[in-house]
């Protein structure tokens, strides 16, 4: 037996009662009833929260596989803003070259008392 989803659509043929519930509960009514207890995302069958849960798994061994006093071979390096500004090739971002410095706040003038 051929069991059509209701809605009007999508014309989907699915085998099983269960099946078309379960389709209509992830696809048209976007429920996630299992949700992963380490990040928090949630799925719409237990089979995809499985399959989530090796890549958890794939990280803690590969964080146990490294050595307490391991320091990587070279530093990362984290561009500063104003190198991002300057070498931009957005047209939007490029006008921003002229400006020497930005103060988000008036300068305080300090006195001595």
Not at 4 to 12: A, D, I, M, Q, V
Not at 27 to 35: G, I, M, P
Not at 96 to 113: A, E, Q
């Amino acid at each position: 037996m051929v069991y059509l989803c209701t809605y009007s659509e999508c014309k989907k043929r699915l085998s099983s009662k269960y099946n078309l519930k379960r389709h209509i509960e992830c696809c048209h009514k976007k429920l996630r009833r299992f949700e992963c207890n380490v990040c928090y995302k949630k799925f719409s069958s237990a089979q995809n929260l499985k399959e989530h849960m090796f890549l958890h798994e794939e990280a803690q061994q590969a964080k146990l596989s490294l050595p307490e006093n391991y320091v990587p071979e070279r530093d990362i390096c984290i561009p500063k803003l104003t190198d991002l500004v300057f070498y931009s090739i957005d047209p939007e971002i490029r006008p921003l070259i002229k400006v020497i410095r930005f103060y988000p706040y008036s300068p305080v003038t300090v006195t001595k008392i």
